[in-house]
């Protein structure tokens, strides 16, 4: 009663989200929500939850007398932590879960892969940053790991926060496509192998 359609805060929270994932909003950044409201023409409801949302996953923090921030990128050694962690995360998932792959679920996997093949050929940063993400989201959630998905999108989005490896877009699709194989064919090791190869 009284809230806007969620469609509308998912839009909101997806275009801000875009923007802090293409540097818009520099680390540090004070964000108000009158002035995001005023820009993508809404209320301060969906900004307000965009901003929730946006802080549980990890790209902004609430500080004291500051409001809301852009939260700073992991430096060098914890991004090292970070990526250790969800190649972890994915590897166990996959160790546990491959197995019981069907063939429906690999269609989804190859949805999502196709979905990133579009992204990589736009050259649209913010969108192959976000299909990346959803590709790896389908096959841990198609092999069970959907408990474990909380935590692997908070640390998602702290290395989204410096995802400047894109000078080859379609370098990145086809790391996917090896994923994508491996999966197809139910081959534990080699699935290992492509994911550790593409997260860094």
């Given at each position: ?6 469609t ?7 275009e ?33 939850d ?14 004291a ?6 939260r ?46 579009s992204?990589?050929?736009?050259g ?5 940053a976000?299909r990346d ?47 994508f194989?491996?999966?197809?064919d139910?081959k ?8 550790k190869a593409?997260?860094?």
């Amino acid at each position: 009663m009284g809230s806007l359609p969620r469609t509308i805060r998912e839009q909101v929270t997806n275009e801000i989200r875009d923007q802090l994932v293409t540097g818009q909003f520099p680390a540090g950044t004070t964000l108000r929500e009158t002035d995001l409201a005023e820009r993508f023409g809404v209320s301060r409801g969906p900004i307000r939850d965009a901003f929730l949302q946006l802080s549980n996953e990890g790209f902004l923090t609430y500080q004291a007398n500051r409001g809301v921030t852009v939260r700073h990128p992991p430096d060098p050694e914890d991004r090292e932590l970070i990526t250790s962690l969800r190649k972890q995360l994915e590897t166990h998932v996959i160790q546990k879960g491959l197995g019981d792959l069907t063939d429906a679920q690999i269609a989804k996997i190859k949805d999502a892969l196709d979905h990133l093949q579009s992204a990589c050929e736009q050259g649209d940063v913010a969108r192959i940053a976000r299909r990346d993400i959803q590709f790896h989201e389908a096959f841990l959630t198609a092999c069970g790991g959907e408990d474990l998905l909380p935590a692997w999108r908070h640390l998602c989005s702290r290395m989204l926060l410096t995802y400047t490896r894109l000078t080859d877009y379609m370098k990145v699709f086809h790391e996917h496509v090896v994923i994508f194989d491996a999966l197809q064919d139910r081959k534990k090791a080699a699935a290992i192998t492509a994911i550790k190869a593409n997260i860094r």
